[in-house]
């Protein structure tokens, strides 16, 4: 969702149907894959505004509703460290999304709220596996200490882990959910 007035009306529901709000997880996500100069303007106004104003629009929502000890979880990428070629653009959204995050945790400490960073590595999940060969796919999990690709469970026992009240003291952290690529 990267228009306020949906972001708006979507926060008001749950506020109405729950009284508040107790987490958030960002987890909307597209991925291109161009060299920067081959990006058009098109091509980054549509990545950042869904992953990065989709966001800040909801983190916005949710610093004004959430709960005291709340929890917001963004979800970035480990190739922010990479520096692979072609995710020019789709790094530079997700390390936006990070510092969003990170100046967010301070903002909200005050409330025993937190604020995190799942960043995923290579997982066998749609957006990443499409259009990439096999070969693409296989040399990317031959990276992780694995051996194999990250699959959905990885992630989303992280962010339980994130979502849970024995997290209090852990907030304002960039989490790489990656098999030790990095």
Known sequence: MSLAAEVTRLFSEVKRAFGGLDILVNNAGVILYKTIAETSDEDFDRIFTLNV?????????????????????????????????TYGVFCAKKGAVEQLSHILAKELGSKEITVNVVSPG?????????????????????????????????????????????????????????????
Do not use: H
């Not at 989709?54 to 520096?83: D, K, P, V, W, Y």
């Open 53 to 85: 104003k989709g966001t800040f629009l909801a983190c916005r929502e949710a610093a004004r509703m959430l709960r005291s000890g709340g929890r917001i979880i963004n979800f970035s990428s480990s190739t922010t460290a990479i520096m692979l070629p």
């Open 122 to 182: 290579a997982t066998d999940a749609e957006l990443f596996t499409t259009g990439k060969r096999k070969a693409q796919i296989d040399r990317m999990a031959a990276m992780t200490a694995y051996g194999r690709l990250g699959q959905p469970e990885d992630l989303s026992d992280v962010v339980v882990f994130l979502a849970s009240k024995e997290v209090r003291w852990i907030t304002g952290q960039n989490i790489c959910v990656n098999g030790g690529v990095i």
